[in-house]
């Protein structure tokens, strides 16, 4: 019996499980992390400290083994660049006629290499796309050398799965398309087609990875009323994304018209066409950009924690399946009804909390999983996905040997369990283990419902699917026109990056619990399976793939 027992734990555990219990286990680990002490972790600060005391000992009590460099722990070493406003400036230049621009109208990133000083040539590229793969080209035509890319934050209307759109608009396939065609930085328009207040779920989970280097310049997210915002960027220099732009600007809705003047075409027309998805015009502007920047540099190191349940096989114990999420929120900001402390209770203490319990239900059931389960919590998601990536190509195990990184963040249990989201589903067979694993439990799948939010790429699981590592991440899914869809919408609306992502709002926590069953349950077969995870053969990212 007790035999039986073991051979079908994950899916005995499934029937068996205490969800009310368990769910408030998992609910205390959230009572820690999204503490008003801990200052909503912010990467490198005192709180973000704790967190990760917390976490490497609340491995140790499961019985994870250490799988760090330093015990549980990979140390990460971060470069910060803050923007000394007084010092720096923007300002078009046209017949020899200087008009300043103010903040109002548009920001510097300090993600950017940004030159001290700096007078260059202006492009409407559109987009700022150039997708082979799509037969789509901004750039057709256009003379970039020397010159700053102003483009539309956007989709556009490129003709492609969702995730090679995503892929596409990230930052760093944008700026190495612009970087390739000559181009010296890039001037960004946000995004018109998203509602202005409204940040979809994960927006800027990956500011860098959606805009290049925008919203982190003057007047960045969360440090309203206390100066430039922080960007940080990896110490290890090969790891970095954003090398050799010299200049990288947010322009904002005000500020658009400005950079238009002359041009022949206005920034409605364009906004316009933009927010109706259609083709862009590509043109030159009239006079140039002139930069000064000022930059202040510092050091933060912030470490990824890392426990690992090792396989029981002698072979596929030396493979790696990956379950991540980020322990590092962002911090204390602009006051809310007098609170300015961004808890991050969904975003992500909820996924760190259900990787705990991950690791708990599989150590306590006695399952021996074939291959080794790294349980991985990473630090500054919240800058770039920075901690993701050191650990996807600085591992601490063999990086040839990870098979699988199964990522959650804000996996979103508002409601009762009906629908499992998942981004990446018909890119690799892990989508079919999550089909086999959800069926069984009697939930369904659901593809990603809004591919234009750009989720597969908006979290840690990117830094491997870049790194060929098949990789799914998950949301509690619903239905449009249910109730489930306005507390999801309203969630992201009212909560999101806001001081209200706290230990006072409601949550199903027993449908938590029975999620993480499920996720336990997959982990199980992707561990055991005898062949490792693999990429579709008509999957985009299977380029990638060593
Ligand atoms: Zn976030």
Redesign the pocket.
């Known amino acids: 019996m007790r035999q039986t027992i073991l051979l079908l734990s994950a899916a005995f555990a499934l029937f068996a499980a205490d969800f009310v219990a368990e769910g408030d286990r998992w609910w205390a680990h959230i009572q820690f992390l999204a503490d008003d002490k801990l200052q909503g972790r912010d990467t490198g600060s005192d709180g973000y400290r704790e967190a990760v005391k917390y976490v490497a000992g609340q491995m140790e009590t499961f019985g994870l083994k250490a799988a760090g460099t330093d015990g549980y722990l990979q140390p990460v070493k971060f470069e910060t660049r803050q923007l000394v406003d007084a010092e720096s400036s923007l300002a078009l230049i046209r017949d020899g006629v200087e008009t300043r621009l103010e903040r109002a109208d548009a920001s510097l990133s300090a993600r950017a290499d940004l030159a001290p000083a700096l007078q260059a040539p202006m492009v409407f590229v559109g987009y700022g796309l150039r997708i082979p793969e799509a037969h789509y080209d901004d750039f057709a035509g256009l003379d970039l050398r020397g010159k700053i890319a102003v483009y539309v934050n956007a989709p556009g209307p490129v003709d492609a799965p969702g995730p090679v759109k995503s892929h596409f608009g990230s930052a760093a396939e944008r700026w190495n398309a612009l970087k390739a065609a000559g181009a010296v930085g890039s001037a960004t328009i946000m995004n018109p087609r998203r509602a202005v207040g409204v940040n979809p779920p ?1 927006a ?2 990956a500011a860098a990875a959606d805009t290049p280097g925008a919203g982190r310049g003057r007047g960045g997210r969360g440090g309203g009323g206390r100066g430039p915002q922080k960007s940080f960027l990896l110490a290890d220099q090969d790891l970095r994304d954003s090398t050799g732009q010299k200049i990288a600007v947010t322009v904002t809705r005000a500020g658009g018209e400005k950079f238009f003047e002359g041009s022949g075409h206005t920034f409605d027309e364009i906004l316009k066409l933009a927010q109706e998805n259609r083709p862009l015009p590509t043109f030159p502007l009239t006079g140039t950009l002139r930069s000064k920047a000022v930059v202040q540099r510092d050091t933060v190191e912030a470490p990824n924690v890392a426990g690992m349940l090792p396989g029981s096989d002698p072979n596929l114990k030396n493979e790696y399946v990956i379950m991540s999420a980020h322990l590092d ?2 911090g204390v900001g602009r006051p809310v009804n007098g609170d300015n402390i961004n808890n991050g209770a969904m ?2 203490a909820s996924g760190i909390a259900s990787i705990l319990e991950i690791a708990r239900i599989l150590k306590e059931s006695g399952a021996h999983p074939k291959r080794s389960i790294l349980f991985l919590a990473v630090t500054a998601e ?1 800058k770039g996905e920075l901690g993701s990536r050191y650990f996807a190509m600085r591992p601490t195990v063999d990086r040839k040997q990870i098979v699988a990184d199964i990522n959650l963040d804000m996996f979103m249990p508002l409601f009762a369990l009906k629908f499992i989201e998942v981004q990446g589903l018909a890119e690799s067979t892990l989508g079919d283990a999550i089909r086999e694993t959800a069926k069984a439990a009697g939930v369904a799948v659901q593809a990603d419902k809004e591919p234009d939010q750009n989720r597969f790429i908006r979290s840690d699981q990117y830094s491997f699917i870049r790194n060929g590592v098949p990789s799914l991440a998950f949301k509690f899914g619903y239905e449009f026109g249910t109730p489930e869809d306005k507390i999801f919408h309203d969630w992201v609306r009212d909560r999101y ?1 806001k001081p209200s992502d706290d230990l006072n709002q409601p949550v199903d926590k027993a449908a938590a619990a029975q999620f993480d069953r499920i996720i336990a349950a997959l982990l199980e077969k992707v561990a055991d399976d005898p062949t490792r995870p693999r990429w579709k053969d008509d999957s985009f990212f299977k380029r990638y793939a060593r």
Do not use: L, P
């Open positions: 994960g800027d989970d929120h962002i975003d992500d919240e990056h």
